[in-house]
């Protein structure tokens, strides 16, 4: 299928080469319509003449469209349609170009004698582009709907079209003869109205025509989602979408035909898997009832965009930039009747959980099988290192049971669309670890090789939003993310409110709650608790109630484990061998639970056991050489770090039940935190927000006096979080190699963020109460976590533990609090009298006083340097940010100044100040007082040794107010002045300030004139 369409495309397509349509317009074109390339003499000759006649063509083409495209094959339905819009766009401008007035008569505009001349010798004319106007008005690419580019955008590039349309004919125009006798008012009126009046109503016209056929053809609307029928939008955008619906609409595109057997197998294996359950519920009949696939699927909001090679699509900042769309059966159905189908694939991206696989099984059960030929590949399922081409004749055998090679397959029905769903590129990346960076090139090139041999392919991929950077997009990829559902469409069902359903079902347990508060937590504990309770009855009937909780926490405590084993390998899921590695060492190998001995007899591994039993884990799969690779997962990430908030607040609480039993045997040992340890020293939780919110909701529900004890013991191990420490029988618990500094720094930083997760009050009183500077013992502890801690585990806790700088009498403390404002609100404001320990004016240092002193106690030479060392991207920006500052004026970036009771500044902040408000509209007073700041500063600040450092500064503050004294008045001048006649005593060269002064500024009456006449004004 074209990747591209002409005028004469279109009625190649439409008319066929002896159609009476096609006579016309070759009579109107001078025979050069359908020629290959199209010189302008015989258009140029009829042009004027013919234009209305070409319009009447042109319309007639796309007459009787739909009763004509009826019937046609999938892919010959689409050319059809597309040449119709092509005919639509030039007919439009045909029109629009018959209805202009010209000031001179057309015989005027014939080509003359020595012109005819010209052309028949081949010579070109004088304006050399007298051929251009054929092939631009025939020849050119004409603009196509495709539902990814928003209709905003088409009708901008059918402005376009017609601009270059009538530039292609005022060259013409402008090269004929004839064209120097008109007159200059002339010749701009033609000018003004081929790009005024003529592309204006080519326009207004295109839009009619193309809406009027979106009413008779259903494919248009699709193309721009345009629907005018609202009873059919409402049915498309429902949220829990009918399938009735869905295939209604559907089937009034298809054309009445019969698939073949192999078609018609798949189409009935896809079809029947609508009635599965939503969830797999391992062949247990108890319990709640589980909907099937038809009934409970959510149509979802969606963002789409044309990309490229070079285009983040893993950003979800890139991702936010793109409009939002709530139509995605209507956008789908529109790609894949549309031409941009098979010119590249569409990448189908979401989280885990976002019903990337549930919707390609929707539309391999609903697609009509007499339109399109659909193949839906599961990659888990087939081997990962084969070709394409077998993966997908891998699927069908599976499927169907029937051996057959893909050309067998796509030729059962001539023309219907063959439509190739991979679904799980994310998995082969989990499951196999090896690169496929070129599988979207490796797809396109398969699209390419099919159009060639006259089998054109759609392909829609899916894959984890989080992952898409490892394959790169090809310059035709449309990438389409799957938004996290809406809070209308929460109303409706989610994940989350499907299980609430479930949850319900059983007693109406979740009914019988209302008008009592159910917090999140607790309502995840209830729907997890009760499907392990499920678990632990199904496993071993007869046992008491206490005895079933018990084997119901164990049931969830590995659970919890498993999101541990991918939590602090840095990722959402894990592969079986890391489980079957981590499981033996954390989980109790003595547990008395039933299942663990049918499990070892069955030769289960590990991650098996534990995981085999629930249906909220997915598991991804993957074949290399006949060999099966699995990789686990949570449907949602929002399990997973429920357990793992769930797992840490029972081992403190086992903390605190320690602690209890040794104050009752009086006998007071050091607590024994190696399993706290061994599950937080290798991931910060603050990666994990929700975990931390989680954990804070059930931490937040301790008895007072118990969470000031969990208080007590969090900072007594923070105390001794660096020290030397024996693991004892975890020391082979290793999910990544990490060195004991960075094992440290991250339990040091995950006991801080337990701690304010408490809700209790935590200062650097409590965190370092044997240090005389408590500032700089956190200063060296951030440094630390800082330096050890991995990927963005930094930004992510700089971002989420809020600190706040206050006193704590005479000293200064540190509060530390969840800062939930990050990223929108802005950083606290820096305060050099804190930073250089000066206390409130009431509560003053002897040797410091408050509107008196300056100091320069930094070395900035240092400071450069010290950048250099580290290394740091954030702090190499403002490095050079104030490069050249501190190369002019010599430790002006770390002399700070206290002249003001209520504040100080550096020297170079006073002048960037200056410089941003007097650059800026800004009241005149803050004008003055920024002048003020830099005048005192000059006056008095600058060691006796920076002799250049100070003259430069003064001479750039005095430069600055000549160039900006209109910014302030008279006496606002003149008491700047005035700083400068009255130096500091002490200072250095009190005449060499004033000449300088007069020097730079002028005598003060010559200055108090300017300042008040602008045209006295430098």
């Not at 083409?61 to 819009?85: C, E, F, K, N």
């Not at 004991?740 to 997760?757: D, G, M, Q």
Request: glycine share 6%.
């Amino acid at each position: 299928m074209s990747r591209s369409l002409s005028y004469a495309d279109a009625v190649r397509i439409l008319g066929g080469s002896h159609s009476k349509t096609v006579t016309v317009l070759e009579r109107a074109t001078g025979g050069l319509l359908l020629a290959a390339t199209a010189g302008g003499s015989g258009l140029a000759m009829s042009l004027f003449d013919a234009k209305a006649e070409l319009a009447q063509a042109s319309h007639l083409l796309v007459s009787d469209l739909s009763d004509r495209a009826a019937g046609l094959s999938r892919i010959d339905r689409t050319q059809r349609l597309a040449a119709g819009h092509a005919a639509l766009v030039v007919g439009a401008y045909f029109d629009a170009l018959s209805s202009i007035r010209l000031p001179i008569s057309g015989s005027a505009l014939e080509i003359s004698g020595v012109e005819r001349v010209t052309l028949a010798t081949g010579e070109r004319p004088r304006s050399a582009r007298l051929g251009d106007l054929g092939r631009a008005l025939l020849h050119s690419d004409v603009p196509i709907p495709m539902p990814h580019v928003p209709p905003e955008v088409l009708l901008a590039d059918v402005e376009r079209f017609y601009d270059r349309m009538s530039d292609a004919v005022a060259e013409f125009l402008a090269g004929l003869a004839a064209w120097d006798s008109l007159r200059d008012a002339d010749r701009e009126r033609i000018f003004e109205a081929l790009h005024g009046h003529v592309i204006d109503r080519a326009v207004a016209g295109y839009q009619a025509s193309f809406r009027r056929m979106a009413g008779e053809v259903p494919e248009f609307g699709f193309w721009v989602n345009l629907l005018d029928h609202q009873a059919t939008r409402d049915r498309i955008t429902t949220v829990t979408i009918g399938v009735a619906a869905l295939q209604e609409m559907l089937a009034s595109l298809a054309p009445d035909r019969i698939g073949r057997r192999t078609r018609t197998s798949l189409s009935r294996a896809y079809a029947a898997a609508l009635h599965d359950p939503l969830l797999d519920t391992q062949g247990n009949d108890s319990g709640p009832a589980i909907p099937n696939i038809a009934s409970s699927y959510v149509n979802p909001s969606f963002r789409v965009a044309a990309v490229g090679p070079q285009d983040p699509i893993a950003d979800e900042r890139w991702w936010e930039g793109q409009s939002t769309h709530d139509d995605l059966m209507r956008f789908l159905i529109g790609h894949l009747t549309s031409v941009s189908a098979v010119n590249g694939p569409l990448l189908l991206l979401g989280q885990p959980g976002s019903g990337k696989s549930l919707l390609t099984r929707m539309l391999a059960a609903t697609l009509p099988a007499e339109d399109f030929m659909v193949v839906r590949v599961p990659l888990r399922d087939v081997p990962a290192d084969a070709s394409l081409q077998l993966q997908i004749e891998q699927a069908i055998f599976d499927t169907t049971g029937e051996r057959a090679t893909w050309p067998e397959v796509v030729d059962v029905v001539p023309g219907a669309l063959p439509v190739v769903l991979l679904d799980g590129f994310d998995e082969l990346l989990q499951a196999t670890g090896v690169s496929q960076w070129d599988y979207l090139m490796n797809v396109a090139r398969f699209q390419r090789r099919e159009s060639v041999e006259g089998r054109p392919v759609a392909v829609i991929v899916t894959q984890r939003t989080t992952v898409a950077d490892r394959a790169r997009p090809t310059a035709d990829t449309v990438a389409l993310r799957l938004e996290p559902f809406t809070d209308e469409q929460i109303v409706e069902w989610v994940a989350l409110l499907l299980m609430l359903a479930i949850y319900d079902a059983q007693d109406n347990a979740l009914q019988a709650r209302l008008g009592a508060e159910l917090k999140r937590a607790d309502l995840y504990e209830r729907l997890l608790g009760q499907f392990a309770r499920r678990e632990v009855l199904k496993a071993g009937q007869g046992h008491p109630d206490d005895h079933v909780d018990g084997l119901m926490q164990e049931e969830l405590f590995r659970l919890a484990m498993v999101a541990f084993a991918a939590f602090n390998r840095g990722r959402q899921w894990v592969a079986e061998t890391d489980l079957n590695a981590d499981l033996p060492i954390l989980l109790d190998s003595e547990s008395s639970h039933p299942a663990e001995a049918t499990s070892a007899r069955q030769g289960l591994t590990a991650g098996q056991t534990v995981l085999g039993r629930f249906f909220f884990i997915h598991e991804a799969r993957a074949r290399r050489e006949e060999q099966p690779l699995r990789t686990y997962e949570f449907l949602h990430a929002t399990f997973g770090e429920y357990l793992i908030a769930r797992a840490l607040d029972r081992e403190l609480d086992d903390l605190v039940e320690d602690a209890v039993r040794q104050a009752r045997r009086s006998r007071m040992t050091r607590i024994d935190d190696d399993f706290l340890y061994a599950l937080l020293s290798f991931a910060v939780i603050s990666q994990r927000r929700t975990t931390l919110d989680f954990l804070t909701e059930r931490l937040g529900a301790w008895e007072p006096r118990r969470r000031a004890s969990i208080r007590t013991i969090l900072v007594g191990l923070f105390h001794r979080s660096m020290e030397a420490r024996d693991h004892g029988r975890l020391t082979d618990y290793e999910p990544v190699a990490l060195t004991v500094p960075a094992r440290h720094a991250t339990y040091s930083a995950n006991l801080l963020l337990v701690l304010i997760a408490t809700g209790e009050r935590i200062t650097t009183d409590d965190l370092f109460p044997d240090t005389d500077d408590r500032i700089d013992a956190w200063r060296r502890t951030a440094q630390l976590w800082r330096s050890q801690l991995r990927g963005d585990a930094w930004s992510r806790l700089v971002g989420t533990l809020g600190v706040e700088r206050q006193w704590n009498g005479e000293q200064r403390s540190l509060r530390f609090f969840r800062d939930l404002s990050w990223p929108e609100a802005d950083a606290p404001a820096a305060d050099l009298w804190w930073t250089r320990d000066v206390l409130t004016a009431d509560k003053q240092y002897p040797e410091f006083e408050r509107g008196t002193f300056s100091w320069l106690t930094e070395n900035d030479a240092l400071r450069q340097w010290q950048t250099n060392f580290l290394c740091d991207p954030l702090d190499d920006l403002a490095h050079h940010a104030l490069e050249s500052l501190a190369a002019k004026i010599a430790d002006s970036v770390t002399s700070v100044h206290g002249y003001w009771d209520d504040r100080a500044v550096s020297a170079a902040r006073s002048l960037i100040d200056l410089w941003l408000r007097t650059s800026t509209p800004c009241a005149q007073e803050d004008v003055f007082t920024a002048f003020s700041d830099c005048f005192e500063i000059a006056r008095r600040g600058f060691p006796p040794s920076g002799i250049e450092a100070r003259r430069t500064y003064r001479t750039i503050v005095l430069r600055t107010l000549r160039a900006h004294r209109e910014r302030l008045n008279r006496a606002q001048v003149a008491a700047l002045r005035s700083v400068f006649e009255t130096p500091e005593p002490g200072t250095d060269e009190p005449d060499d300030l004033a000449r300088l002064t007069i020097e730079i500024l002028g005598d003060g009456e010559e200055a108090a004139e300017q300042a008040n006449d602008p045209k006295e004004r430098p």
